[in-house]
């Protein structure tokens, strides 16, 4: 990936000085749980789940009767809820609607310090996420919070945003992850299917490879995260498992989840399995030892059958880094080579 500009030093949008400190734009995303922003009971339940990340949404799963209720349950989850060890998001609705604003207003204010970040759906244009950004500029300053330290989430849902992609995800500094979200893509595009995440029938190959490599790539070029959307039949874990084995593979950060059930597969499929963490470590070590003064200061070394050299260390350190972020402990030691 570029070395891309950190907060700490770069402007946002509406041109006033980042945050002093550094935010952490790379948390670990494995599994995000969809929590509907007007169910008190299920707010409760998200909390004790071990999902990496919760968003509590005040969209699509919100009637729009319940909209304006649910802003102000959710600042009080957010207030006094033990979201530990989770990312803390609330999706708000789009900018196409008469919500959103109020949304943000609402949720920032009320429970700024509680949160991390804003997820954005159905992103069209960079426009779009550079007036959040200032919007919750102006919050911040108000309020008297770290200017910039929330950050946002982009949720690509439509032809125009994927066209968009790689604008949207240079808009702000406060972007952390692009979000593929298949059911209003499907319908966006007309395709032949009713089932979301499933591949249309009459199709030989996967459907969805160009838009999740798109994503995947306006996302790398720019430091941020990417994740895959839901899958809708919560009770189908195998299915749920095959459909995020494949954005896994490409190098999707994590997936959504929207039943308790799912989080655990999600958690397993986008953490490394052991064999591989520990052979990145290995190779860590063994690079680090070989281009040592002890080691000869050389450029590549063997390691048992493997030639590795700095090429062979990128790769490493991201399987290393996913890893490490899932909290697995190593199982084997890195011994220095005899002479």
């Not at 959307?229 to 959504?256: H, M, S, T």
């Amino acid at each position: 990936m570029t070395d891309r500009p950190s907060p700490a030093a770069t402007p946002s949008a509406s041109g006033t000085a980042a945050p002093l400190s550094p935010v952490n734009r790379l948390r670990p995303r494995r599994s995000c749980l969809a929590v509907p922003g007007s169910n008190p009971r299920f707010l409760e339940k998200a909390q004790g789940l071990p999902a990496d990340q919760v968003f509590l949404d005040l969209e699509d799963a919100c009637a729009p009767l319940a909209k304006p209720e649910a802003r102000h349950t959710v600042v009080k989850f957010l207030n006094e809820g033990d979201w530990t060890g989770k990312t803390r998001v609330v999706r708000v609705n789009d900018w196409t609607t008469e919500w959103t604003y109020r949304d943000v207003v609402t949720v920032v204010e009320g429970a700024g310090p509680h949160l991390d970040c804003i997820m954005l759906p159905k992103v069209q244009s960079a426009e779009q996420i550079v007036a959040l950004d200032l919007l919750l500029t102006q919050i911040e300053k108000t309020m008297g919070f770290e200017v910039g330290r929330i950050g946002i989430e982009a949720q690509i849902e439509n032809a125009r945003g994927l066209n968009n992609v790689n604008a949207i995800a240079e808009a702000s500094p406060r972007l952390e992850t692009i979000i593929f979200g298949p059911a209003d893509f499907m319908a966006s595009i007309n395709m032949k299917s009713l089932v979301v995440g499933e591949q249309p029938p009459g199709y030989p190959a996967d459907a969805y490879h160009y838009i999740l490599m798109r994503i995947l790539i306006a996302a790398r070029a720019n430091d941020l995260q990417a994740i895959d959307g839901p899958y809708l039949q919560i009770r189908n874990v195998d299915g749920f498992r095959e459909v995020a084995g494949r954005a896994a593979a490409l190098g999707f950060d994590g997936k959504w989840v929207l039943h308790p059930g799912q989080v655990e597969a999600a958690n397993e499929v986008f953490s490394p399995a052991q064999e591989d963490y520990d052979h990145a470590e290995l190779i860590l070590d063994a690079y680090a030892y070989c281009t040592s003064e002890a080691g000869g200061k050389k450029g590549s070394a063997m390691l048992g059958d493997e030639m590795i050299d700095e090429a062979s260390r990128k790769m490493a350190l991201v399987v290393a880094g996913k890893g490490r972020a899932a909290g697995m402990r190593r199982t084997s030691t890195f011994e220095i080579p005899e002479a």
